[in-house]
């Protein structure tokens, strides 16, 4: 992204960093706003402030142009989790005994019971996972190590899947967790490591397939259904920070602020003004 800005900077006669206005941010933000919406345009931002900053570090600037640049608002959704009856249907379309069925379902256990990224998820090696002390190692976002813990069912789910691995493709040595079979041979291997393209379309045709219309099925909504699920089970917000790798409570808090949202609306049922007087 600090490549499209400096090309947007060169289009617009500014060849040196001492030439970057406020005026300069603001005029490339209104241009990404014709084609991108406000979180996107914030998120471009973000990557940019960075550079800015290591100008000021360096004394490549003396005035700081971020401080009058105001981002679009980005609009407050509520956050749609996956419900319980979804995981069930979900689960109940892979629970043949095909690779494909084992390996699908390891794959929704494993999103359901940890909120990894999707890209954390794709990047996972067998050698991240330690079945003994219960924990999967996974690089975040920024080379940020942590470690999740796995239950028993998911770790079982993973056995599973990895034994019938074993014995359908003999001889394979990728690391990666998530394969998929090859069409056709190369490298004298059966199977190729699932790209995060390939995970997302396993999730969305899971999705379709289990009639799943109201929410969109994804990666990320099992994330959000993981922390939804384990603040609602009585997890801190901390706990919940930590193991999604969150840099702050921010976005910790919004998965809180969507339950207590949803808690009050059932309460309505109690406390309705309307429906508690005597009509």
């Known amino acids: 992204m600090c490549g499209r800005f400096l090309e947007f900077c060169q289009e617009n006669g500014v060849t040196k960093p001492a ?64 419900t319980p009856e979804h995981c ?3 689960l109940a379309l892979v629970s043949g005994e095909t690779f494909e069925d084992r390996r699908n379902k390891a794959l929704i256990l494993l999103l359901l019971d940890t909120g990894l990224r999707l890209r954390e998820c794709t990047e996972l090696k067998w050698s991240d996972i330690n079945y003994d002390s219960e924990l ?46 090859c069409k056709t041979r190369y490298n004298n291997a059966d199977c190729h490591p699932l790209t995060t393209n390939g995970i997302m379309q396993t999730i969305v ?18 994330r959000h259904t993981f922390a939804t699920m384990c603040l609602r089970n009585g997890a801190g917000e901390f706990e919940v920070q930590s ?24 309460g309505h049922k109690k406390f309705s003004p309307v429906d508690n007087l005597k009509l």
Request: charge should be positive.
């Open 19 to 82: 030439q970057i206005t406020s005026i300069h941010l603001g005029l490339f933000l209104q241009q990404l706003q014709l084609t991108n919406g406000p979180q996107s345009v914030t998120d471009y931002f973000k990557q940019i402030r960075p550079f800015i900053n290591w100008l000021k570090d360096n004394g490549q600037i003396t005035v700081d142009p971020l401080k009058q640049v105001r981002l679009p608002k980005v609009p407050r959704k509520v956050i749609q989790p996956l």
């Open 88 to 90: 069930q249907r979900l």
């Open 136 to 181: 999967i190692k996974v690089m975040g976002k920024g080379a940020k190590e942590r470690v999740v813990r796995i239950g028993p069912k998911v770790q079982r789910a993973l056995l599973e899947y990895q034994y019938l691995k074993i014995q359908s493709f003999p001889g394979d040595k990728t690391p990666d967790v998530w394969v998929s079979r």
């Open 205 to 222: 045709t899971l999705g379709k397939r289990a009639g799943i219309t109201n929410i969109r099925c994804s990666p990320h909504t099992f």
């Open 243 to 266: 193991l999604m790798g969150h840099s702050t409570l921010t976005m910790t808090r919004r998965y809180a602020s969507s339950l207590n949202s949803e808690a009050a609306v059932q």
